[in-house]
């Protein structure tokens, strides 16, 4: 099992990290789970501790299914996201750390230490006042921190899938259903061929692809998709819990356990 904590005291402890970073295509999500103390979890609660992992290691299946279990059982959590859009305004990094600011704003309880996965501090206040350990591979580490990259990639590949639903041939042309918006072989060759839709992040296109279709975006019919609350741009709604937080232009989804 990963481990419950990072350090035995009795500050409050969340865990965070984000899904979607390195996309072609859509928004950045980002999760923040506090998890219990093991002094305070039942049989059950250890049993589903045992099971959290890095998102990346587990099935989509078993994913959905401990990300109901997280949200149930967390002591508190929450899911931010960053439109496409506002990745394009203010970059990748700024967009990651806005994300993790978003998430913790739905948290109920104030943390007293949080846990990042990967190089990038959380610096909105005020949460930058707060003692931050900031570590690489965090998600392989520390069951909140793993919890959080459920969430997260749970809440996010359920936004792709909706907008597939509303969109089958978009969704069919880039392969958006099985990649997800990731830049696989199929979803590059589709915007050599067939240009850049609303929801591509252009200036990373022009870093990774040269083509002259990567510089147009298109318009009409393919412009947004809605579905469990969500669209293609502007403001996106994430799945919900047990309570909303509208932060800027995004709702993100908050709950805490009982």
């Known amino acids: 099992m990963l481990q419950l904590r990072h350090t035995n005291?009795?500050?409050?402890?969340?865990?965070?990290?984000?899904?979607?970073?390195?996309?072609?295509?859509g928004p950045l999500y980002a999760g923040a789970v506090i998890w219990r103390r093991e002094e305070e979890m039942t049989a059950e609660q250890m049993a589903i501790s045992a099971k959290i992992k890095d998102s990346k290691k587990l099935t989509?299946?078993?994913?959905?299914?401990?990300?109901?279990?997280?949200?149930?059982?967390?002591?508190g959590w929450g899911v931010g996201?960053?439109?496409?859009?506002?990745?394009?305004e203010m970059g990748v990094t700024k967009a990651n750390q806005l994300a993790?600011?978003?998430?913790?704003?739905?948290?109920?309880?104030?943390p007293?230490?949080?846990?990042?996965?990967?190089?990038?501090?959380?610096?909105?206040?005020?949460?930058?006042?707060?003692?931050?350990?900031?570590?690489?591979?965090?998600?392989?580490?520390?069951?909140?921190?793993a919890a959080a990259s459920i969430l997260a990639k749970t809440d996010r590949d359920r936004y792709v899938v909706d907008f597939c639903k509303q969109h089958t041939d978009i969704g069919?042309?880039?392969?958006?259903?099985?990649?997800?918006?990731?830049?696989?072989?199929?979803?590059?060759?589709?915007?050599r061929t067939?240009?850049?839709?609303?929801?591509?992040?252009?200036?990373?296109?022009?870093?990774?692809?040269?083509?002259?279709?990567?510089?147009?975006?298109?318009?009409?019919?393919?412009?947004?998709?809605?579905g469990s609350g969500t669209s293609a741009s502007g403001s996106?709604?994430?799945?919900?819990?047990?309570?909303t937080s509208a932060s800027g232009r995004e709702t993100s989804a908050s709950g805490s356990g009982t």
């Open 9 to 25: 005291d009795s500050l409050i402890e969340v865990g965070v990290d984000e899904a979607g970073r390195g996309c072609f295509w």
């Open 60 to 75: 989509e299946k078993r994913r959905i299914v401990l990300a109901d279990e997280i949200k149930k059982h967390a002591i």
């Open 81 to 88: 996201v960053v439109s496409a859009a506002e990745i394009e």
């Open 100 to 110: 993790f600011a978003r998430a913790l704003r739905c948290l109920q309880q104030m």
């Open 112 to 145: 007293e230490r949080i846990l990042v996965d990967g190089c990038l501090s959380v610096m909105e206040q005020p949460w930058s006042m707060i003692d931050q350990v900031v570590e690489p591979e965090a998600d392989g580490k520390y069951v909140a921190v």
């Open 172 to 191: 069919e042309r880039y392969g958006l259903i099985t990649n997800k918006g990731y830049g696989t072989e199929k979803h590059r060759q589709a915007i």
């Open 194 to 226: 067939y240009g850049a839709i609303d929801g591509h992040r252009a200036k990373f296109l022009r870093k990774t692809l040269t083509c002259a279709a990567c510089e147009t975006s298109a318009s009409g019919s393919e412009t947004s998709a809605s």
């Open 236 to 243: 996106e709604t994430s799945a919900s819990g047990r309570g």
